[in-house]
């Protein structure tokens, strides 16, 4: 029988998860090997250089470059406050005075008597990285980080925006099909993670924004209400760095897409369980999917018999389509003819024939789906 493997989504109600949690540069570790955590415990912190600002003395003096040292106030590795003077000349026995002031605070780093300028270094930025997950710290990176370790519930999603956030998970929507709008939304709804059903509306996006609602997670949007929501087209960037205040998780595509079943059920199960959330997406190299994980989770039902994933896909394997014409779209594996065959571009290429959830049974380049992983 043939065999193919592809990446594909996990939506799994019991799964080991591994986080690194790592410094941008060197730092120090603050927790040790088999320590508990929570999501807020800080694990790391480091320092980043301030941002350098240069002054022209020379010219503000009226001077030549290699003079301006016998007129500094300041010296290298002095402190000083914005709008401090850093150098200054008397002319006419003193009736006239030249001042070079300092634009920031900070310390003075460099004195250039070839360019006649002074570099100011702003005071350094403190960053801090916290455990994100409640768990336990399996491995410590010197100087670099940690590694937190837990179980549970883990949903990937196939497009977010917005960054790591925690919140207890409730049901906006009663049917996968559902649209998440304004109406949906309350103030009582701070601080959580709603789950809706085929779409979210720009006016909910809007609403959940500006009452600090944690997360939202839904099948579909319509790409032009984000467009509208960020003022800005995302295009193929890293989503995750986005200013706002809810994480936005769509599990499905583009569009008014309902939420596959197996998805809205576990969300219907994690229902006021405390999730950590993360819209963070890479769609090129070095694939990052959107991500809910709710651990420590008690599943309601009997064990769940896992697939074999080294296997990778074989007949009956659960796929989603992940490009034009069927992007979105759910099914599962028919048949894996092993023969190279031509498609529209004229490209060889391996398929694979898929029975859709409306009951179409289609060809598809096996490069064109992933695995929903259970």
Same mark, same amino acid.
């Given at each position: 029988? #043939?065999?193919?493997?592809?990446?594909?989504?996990?939506?799994?109600? =019991?799964?080991?998860?591994?986080?690194?949690?790592?410094?941008?540069?060197?730092?120090?570790?603050?927790? @040790?090997?088999?320590?508990?955590?929570?999501?807020?415990?800080?694990? #790391?912190?480091?320092?980043?250089?301030?941002?350098?600002?240069?002054?022209?003395?020379?010219?503000?003096?009226?001077?030549?470059?290699?003079?301006? @040292?016998?007129?500094?106030?300041?010296?290298?590795?002095?402190?000083?406050?914005?709008?401090?003077?850093?150098?200054?000349?008397?002319?006419?026995?003193?009736?006239?005075?030249?001042?070079? =002031?300092?634009?920031?605070?900070?310390?003075?780093?460099?004195?250039?008597?070839?360019?006649?300028?002074?570099?100011?270094?702003?005071?350094?930025?403190?960053?801090?990285?916290?455990?994100?997950?409640?768990?336990?710290?399996?491995?410590?990176?010197? =100087?670099?980080?940690?590694?937190?370790?837990?179980?549970?519930?883990?949903?990937?999603?196939?497009?977010?925006?917005?960054?790591?956030?925690?919140?207890?998970?409730?049901?906006?929507?009663?049917?996968?099909?559902?649209?998440?709008?304004?109406?949906?939304?309350?103030?009582?709804?701070?601080?959580?993670?709603?789950?809706?059903?085929?779409?979210?509306?720009?006016?909910?996006?809007?609403?959940?924004?500006?009452?600090?609602?944690?997360?939202?997670?839904?099948?579909?949007?319509?790409?032009?209400?984000? &467009?509208?929501?960020?003022?800005?087209?995302?295009?193929?960037?890293?989503?995750?760095?986005?200013?706002?205040?809810?994480?936005?998780?769509?599990?499905?595509?583009?569009?008014?897409?309902?939420?596959?079943?197996?998805?809205?059920?576990?969300?219907?199960?994690?229902?006021?369980?405390?999730?950590?959330?993360?819209?963070?997406?890479?769609?090129?190299?070095?694939?990052? =999917?959107?991500?809910?994980?709710?651990?420590?989770?008690?599943?309601?039902?009997?064990?769940?018999?896992?697939?074999?994933?080294?296997?990778?896909?074989?007949?009956?394997?659960?796929?989603?389509?992940?490009?034009?014409?069927?992007?979105?779209?759910?099914?599962?594996?028919?048949?894996?003819?092993?023969?190279?065959?031509?498609?529209?571009?004229?490209?060889?290429?391996?398929?694979?024939?898929?029975?859709?959830?409306?009951?179409? &049974?289609?060809?598809?380049?096996?490069?064109?789906?992933?695995?929903?992983?259970?």
């Amino acid at each position: 029988m #043939a065999h193919a493997y592809t990446p594909g989504l996990k939506v799994t109600e =019991r799964a080991v998860i591994r986080k690194t949690r790592r410094l941008p540069i060197l730092g120090e570790v603050l927790v @040790e090997q088999g320590q508990k955590v929570t999501p807020e415990t800080i694990v #790391a912190r480091t320092k980043i250089p301030g941002n350098p600002n240069t002054v022209n003395v020379a010219n503000a003096l009226g001077l030549e470059p290699e003079d301006i @040292e016998h007129f500094m106030m300041k010296k290298i590795g002095d402190q000083c406050k914005k709008d401090e003077v850093l150098a200054l000349y008397k002319a006419f026995f003193g009736l006239f005075k030249h001042y070079a =002031r300092s634009p920031v605070e900070g310390v003075i780093e460099h004195i250039s008597p070839v360019t006649g300028q002074v570099t100011l270094r702003e005071p350094p930025i403190p960053v801090q990285v916290n455990a994100y997950l409640t768990g336990t710290v399996s491995e410590v990176l010197p =100087r670099e980080g940690v590694v937190v370790q837990t179980s549970g519930a883990f949903i990937q999603g196939i497009f977010g925006i917005g960054g790591e956030t925690q919140g207890q998970v409730k049901m906006a929507s009663t049917k996968a099909d559902d649209i998440l709008d304004a109406d949906s939304i309350t103030s009582a709804d701070k601080g959580k993670i709603l789950v809706g059903g085929s779409l979210i509306t720009a006016a909910a996006l809007r609403k959940a924004n500006d009452l600090g609602v944690a997360g939202l997670v839904a099948g579909g949007i319509i790409d032009k209400d984000l &467009v509208e929501f960020l003022g800005y087209d995302i295009g193929v960037a890293i989503t995750g760095h986005e200013d706002i205040n809810s994480t936005v998780i769509i599990t499905e595509g583009f569009g008014q897409m309902r939420m596959a079943d197996k998805t809205f059920s576990l969300l219907k199960d994690l229902s006021g369980w405390t999730a950590s959330i993360n819209g963070s997406t890479q769609i090129r190299a070095g694939v990052m =999917r959107p991500e809910i994980i709710v651990p420590e989770f008690q599943p309601k039902h009997a064990a769940v018999a896992q697939g074999s994933l080294a296997e990778g896909m074989i007949p009956g394997t659960p796929i989603r389509v992940i490009r034009e014409p069927y992007f979105g779209l759910l099914g599962e594996v028919v048949d894996l003819p092993p023969e190279l065959q031509i498609i529209e571009t004229e490209a060889h290429v391996r398929i694979l024939r898929a029975k859709l959830a409306d009951g179409r &049974v289609v060809t598809i380049p096996r490069a064109n789906v992933e695995i929903i992983e259970g």
